[in-house]
């Protein structure tokens, strides 16, 4: 049974990269059969989907933040990654990683399991 | 983007009442819906895929119905643990989107 785990930096100062890594057990990242996607939520409101990845390296991102992200995938740590540039205070928020079944047309489909959530402060 | 917009956005109801949560995509998203279930502090939790598949372990008191733009979720019989907010997405295209949440509080 798939099992996801968040880890990074609680407290990025304004201006700076967010980086985030989410590893994976219980299975593979290079498993055909997965999306791995990365969803936000801030404090006391909604989820906002940030972007998924396939492990062949085809990456979705939300345009409202595809100038900033980056989702890579790393096999050999079984790990994928998030980086989320010039951050500000409107991103903080609790970072989740999650995966979704494979689709052939791209990550179109529900969030299972999730990880548990980090909680990543922007602030000087 | 697809807006999805959720009602109420909380509601209050006696443990065994029978409860429905709608939630309505901005344009056809087939049966592209799917609803989670979040406790506080916890990650969400999907309860229902594709608009009414009943995702495994699942409580068969959950169901969902609904195809095109209207879609509903409902608790046929409210029990303690059920206390939660409630999101719907649609997975029918890309940007991911997720309603604004139903709180489902005590009465």
């Known amino acids: 049974q798939l099992q996801l785990q968040e880890s990074g930096p609680g407290l990025v100062k304004p201006s700076e990269t967010l980086s985030l890594t989410c590893t994976v057990s219980g299975g593979s990242i290079s498993s055909s059969s997965y999306y791995w996607g990365w969803i936000r939520q801030p404090p006391g409101t909604g989820l906002e989907w940030i972007g998924s990845?396939?492990?062949?390296?085809?990456?979705y991102y939300n345009p409202s933040l595809k100038s900033r992200v980056t989702i890579n995938v790393d096999t050999s740590k079984n790990q994928f990654s998030l980086k989320l540039s010039s951050v500000t205070a409107a991103d903080t928020a609790v970072y989740y990683c999650?995966?979704?079944?494979?689709?052939?047309?791209?990550?179109?489909?529900?969030?299972?399991?999730w990880g548990q959530g980090t909680l990543v402060i922007v602030s000087s | 983007d697809i807006q999805m917009t959720q009602s109420p956005s909380s509601l209050s109801a006696f443990v065994g009442d029978r409860v429905t949560i709608t939630c309505r995509a901005s344009q056809t998203i087939s049966s592209y819906l799917n609803w989670y279930q979040q406790k506080p502090g916890k990650a969400p939790k999907v309860l229902i895929y594709?608009?009414?598949s009943l995702q495994t372990g699942v409580p068969s008191r959950f169901s969902g119905s609904g195809s095109g733009t209207d879609f509903t979720l409902t608790i046929s019989s409210l029990q303690p643990e059920d206390f939660a907010t409630y999101y719907c997405q649609q997975s029918y295209s890309t940007p991911l989107t997720f309603g604004g949440g139903t709180k489902v509080e005590i009465k």
């Open positions: 594709s608009a009414s």
């Open positions: 999650a995966t979704s079944d494979y689709s052939n047309y791209g990550p179109y489909n529900w969030f299972d399991p």
């Open positions: 990845i396939y492990y062949s390296g085809s990456t």
